[in-house]
């Protein structure tokens, strides 16, 4: 099967539990998801993300793109200026990308590992 599809991903059920994530001092966000994998292309890392409201620092260790297709919230790279998104924005994150991420309204997102 060369692709795959996600039929209305906002409403995707049954995402299973990737754990908390939080800062020292704060009420975690949970994280839940699911990984959608193209045989043969194991390499690629796709999925359906959500995690409910919180702040917490995260880096991305390799390349990734991501669409919001629900809620709000906030990232600030390591040194740069906070980026704000909501649902229909798309963000791109070189490898290695660090920084804290505040999420306002449970978010939901597309996401592509490369």
């Given at each position: 099967?060369?692709?795959?599809?996600?039929?209305?991903?906002?409403?995707?059920?049954?995402?299973?539990?990737?754990?908390?994530?939080?800062?020292?001092?704060?009420?975690?966000?949970?994280?839940?998801?699911?990984?959608?994998?193209?045989?043969?292309?194991?390499?690629?890392?796709?999925?359906?993300?959500?995690?409910?409201?919180?702040?917490?620092?995260r880096?991305?260790?390799?390349?990734?793109?991501?669409?919001?297709?629900?809620?709000?919230?906030?990232?600030?790279?390591?040194?740069?200026?906070?980026?704000?998104?909501?649902?229909?924005d798309?963000?791109?994150?070189?490898?290695?990308?660090?920084?804290?991420?505040?999420?306002?309204?449970?978010?939901?997102?597309?996401?592509?590992?490369?």
């Amino acid at each position: 099967m060369k692709v795959q599809q996600i039929k209305q991903a906002v409403d995707v059920t049954a995402l299973e539990d990737w754990g908390a994530a939080g800062l020292p001092g704060t009420e975690p966000a949970r994280v839940t998801g699911r990984q959608y994998v193209i045989p043969g292309s194991e390499a690629v890392d796709t999925g359906v993300f959500e995690c409910s409201p919180g702040t917490y620092r995260r880096s991305v260790k390799q390349a990734e793109v991501m669409h919001f297709i629900k809620g709000s919230g906030s990232f600030t790279p390591d040194g740069e200026d906070t980026i704000r998104f909501t649902a229909g924005d798309t963000l791109f994150f070189e490898a290695n990308t660090g920084g804290l991420w505040n999420v306002d309204d449970t978010m939901r997102k597309i996401y592509v590992i490369f």
